[in-house]
């Protein structure tokens, strides 16, 4: 592996931007400028897509097409570089003056389009985010132990959702790397990483967790995809699932841990209050955004404060201004709330179902055997009968006493007036912890909220990087008011002859801007999907 850091340094400092191809092994083969245009998204707790268009002439389409190297007599060694060679797409704007951790996008490239033979001929390359890698990563429900021998039905967690979230991508990445080592009541702590041997991991969780209390949620996981599992519970959380790349150069992340020596993907949760960095411009006047949950309403609560909640631990927050935005890109989305009472149930609780089950089985149990001693001839017979009708009659009990759970928002209630929809229902088990989690699910489907998307301006105080990043939390004046909200999505970009990065920007949650109708179809969808996978959610 090698330490081209010193490159990279160079370009950034001196005001470009590193954009490079790099091998499966994660080694630079090719330089990436020289393009028509490109943009690189970020979205947090999904997979982004980066697209850049190329002349057919440019040096990158022989390495991602190498044809031109085709041996007829081994053929299918060209199609194996074609087709299954991975290859990166590494760019980079500069690094943070403290802590000299890069701003970094990195995508896996997944199609290339040749439009060779065109008027307008050129090369397209489409990459995915590191998000896809973390979809990848499957959730045990035993990880300790091989797949033949998995002793669990489910590997059930409780506790804080950010050190919940980060246990299961550890355990399972672990099983993937090193099996057995890490260990110790403390998963987190140094003494319990002793051996640990960073070389082996190409995929390691940070273990250093960020110091705030957040909410508590119970998950359950029986062999379901890392990312689709957990982000319904990562959004209403407020949490970050962040996949960075540490390279040859770069800052150890966790020294007191283990020290990193090959390129390594770093996974971490982190709050959505954390921020990149802190712009100390007069315009930050917003303080820390402070997330609660009133448990009297049932429902989180988002205000503002006081207190820092920023990576620097000052409260500066980036504020965009309107003069900091292109008027014809900028539009503000109001969604109004339509959900205020929400039922859960329709289904025994597990400990009820399994009680009637043993209970029918032990009463048919006891019949077979009196009857055995009666007839003994027949006797194995009969108690075998009696075994599977216990069983049948045990299956056909379960679920027959519903039971139901429900939540209501009442500060919605009054707000939406004597017309207020009635209720919206869900199937789950009732009287039970997921019941009432499943509830709190449905009813942030329901919460309503704002949105704002816009293209940075090129004389704005603020850089991607440098001042915000995807995820991080900011605020917007709109109509002489200031909303305080989160990126949910940024785009970086260039055209062929411009001087600096354009950003747009989608501020607040994006579901938003969807039509509404195409909005409640997907709420339903998600309500169902999460039902279906019996998953528990933030409390």
């Excluded at 169902?528 to 998953?535: E, I, L, W």
Aim: charged letters at 20%.
């Amino acid at each position: 592996m090698s330490d081209w850091s010193a490159e990279r340094l160079a370009t950034t400092a001196a005001g470009g931007v590193v954009m490079k191809l790099l091998d499966r092994h994660i080694e630079p083969v090719d330089d990436l400028h020289g393009f028509f245009e490109w943009e690189g998204p970020e979205v947090p707790n999904e997979e982004a897509t980066f697209v850049g268009s190329y002349p057919v002439n440019h040096p990158v389409v022989d390495t991602l097409i190498p044809l031109g190297s085709l041996d007829p007599s081994k053929p299918e060694d060209t199609w194996t570089e074609l087709i299954h060679a991975a290859q990166w797409v590494l760019i980079e704007t500069g690094q943070d003056p403290v802590t000299g951790k890069p701003h970094r996008l990195f995508y896996r490239v997944m199609r290339i389009t040749d439009g060779h033979g065109s008027k307008r001929a050129r090369v397209k390359i489409e990459a995915v985010s590191l998000h896809r890698y973390a979809a990848h990563i499957t959730f045990q429900a035993s990880p300790g132990f091989p797949i033949i021998a998995q002793p669990k039905y489910r590997d059930i967690r409780a506790g804080q959702s950010l050190k919940v979230i980060k246990e299961y991508f550890l355990v399972n990445t672990m099983r993937e790397f090193q099996p057995g080592a890490i260990d110790g009541w403390d998963l987190w702590a140094p003494e319990s990483w002793e051996n640990v041997v960073a070389d082996q991991w190409a995929c390691i969780v940070n273990p250093i967790n960020a110091p705030v209390t957040t909410a508590m949620t119970i998950l359950d996981m029986r062999f379901d995809s890392g990312l689709a599992a957990v982000k319904e519970t990562l959004d209403a959380a407020g949490l970050l699932l962040t996949l960075d790349v540490w390279l040859e150069g770069d800052p150890q992340p966790f020294p007191d841990h283990t020290i990193l020596t090959k390129p390594t993907i770093v996974l971490d949760i982190v709050p959505r209050q954390w921020d990149t960095s802190t712009t100390g411009h007069a315009g930050d006047l917003l303080k820390g955004l402070i997330r609660t949950f009133d448990t009297e309403a049932n429902a989180p609560r988002i205000g503002l404060a006081d207190t820092p909640s920023t990576a620097a631990g000052v409260p500066a927050w980036v504020l965009w201004q309107p003069e900091h935005m292109e008027a014809v890109t900028s539009e503000l989305t109001i969604a109004k709330s339509d959900v205020w009472h929400v039922t859960v149930g329709g289904r025994s609780p597990e400990a009820i179902n399994n009680m009637l089950g043993l209970g029918a089985k032990a009463i048919f149990g006891g019949l077979g055997a009196a009857l055995a001693m009666a007839i003994p001839v027949f006797g194995p017979v009969i108690v075998a009968a009696a075994d599977f009708l216990g069983d049948v009659v045990g299956e056909g009990l379960k679920d027959k006493l519903f039971a139901w759970s429900e939540a209501a928002d009442l500060k919605r209630k009054e707000w939406h007036g004597r017309f207020a929809n009635r209720d919206s229902v869900g199937a789950g088990d009732g009287w039970t912890i997921e019941a009432y989690q499943q509830a709190y699910q449905m009813l942030a489907q329901g919460a309503g909220g704002i949105s704002i998307g816009f293209t940075v301006d090129g004389g704005a105080p603020f850089r991607w990087g440098e001042d915000y990043r995807s995820g991080d939390q900011m605020g917007v004046v709109h109509r002489g008011i200031i909303f305080a909200t989160y990126a949910s999505k940024t785009v970086i970009s260039q055209k062929k002859g411009d001087k600096r990065l354009r950003s747009a920007i989608e501020l607040g949650d994006p579901r938003v801007r969807e039509n509404p109708t195409a909005l409640f179809a997907r709420s339903i969808k998600t309500i169902q999907n999460s039902v279906d996978r019996v998953k528990t959610f933030i409390m």
